[in-house]
């Protein structure tokens, strides 16, 4: 029996190896987030998020020939924004994302493309940056607020890693935050009511170094 489990170990020990090779990387991207209707108002209106910008950076190790594991922040540049009969009112604003994802590979790591999906959690923190007024428009429908609110988050993602060099890649994804709105940043006045879910999807292209 113990040398049966010293030669099982014997033959684990390559594999776990190629297991704890590391990966950094750093990307960019663009955000689109989904509008939500507003209820309760004088007339038909959404809330939500104009596009802007992404960028991040995330550490993965390899912990399987087929799953790794990643830390990752994002930052998304998302103005607030209120919309109605033809009119929009903008706020500026910002997001941050930090969470943990496990991902899925098709192949190992000496193939030289490989396919992925991904699926996590953690936290994204929505941040109003603009100066407040009086006389916002469309006050009627919400309240552009210069504070910060934290919701927790699931995300998930899938694409292709493709190698360049040795030690280096290019990877291609579409990333999915998913949050509850957050309603202390963009605030409806009584009686007006939001849909609760927000999706902020992010094509990223990342340089990706491994160690």
Do not use: C
């Not at 990752?72 to 109605?84: A, F, G, K, P, V």
């Not at 309240?143 to 995300?155: C, D, E, G, H, S």
């Amino acid at each position: 029996m113990r040398i049966t489990i010293v030669a099982a170990l014997l033959a684990l020990a390559p594999a776990a190896a190629m297991a704890q090779k590391w990966e950094m990387g750093l990307g960019g991207g663009y955000s689109f987030l989904n509008n939500v209707n507003v209820t309760g108002g004088p007339s038909a209106a959404t809330a939500g998020f104009a596009p802007g910008f992404a960028a991040g950076a995330f550490l993965g190790e390899n912990l399987y020939r087929h799953v790794s594991g990643e830390i990752r922040y994002e930052y998304m540049q998302s103005n607030l924004r209120l919309t109605s009969g033809g009119q929009t009112a903008d706020f500026t604003g910002a997001a941050h994302a930090l969470h943990y994802d496990v991902v899925f590979h098709t192949t190992g790591g000496e193939n030289p493309v490989q396919a992925f999906a991904s699926i996590g959690g953690g936290l994204k923190a929505y941040m109003g940056n603009g100066t407040e007024s009086a006389t916002q428009p469309l006050s009627q429908y919400g309240y552009f607020t210069k504070t910060n609110q934290v919701k927790p988050m699931l995300t998930g993602a899938a694409g292709i890693k493709v190698r360049v060099s040795s030690g280096v890649s290019l990877r291609f994804e579409v990333r999915d935050f998913v949050t509850q709105f957050p309603t202390n940043v963009l605030t409806p006045p009584p009686g007006v009511k939001y849909s609760s879910w927000l999706n902020d999807v992010v094509p990223m292209v990342s340089l990706v170094f491994t160690k």
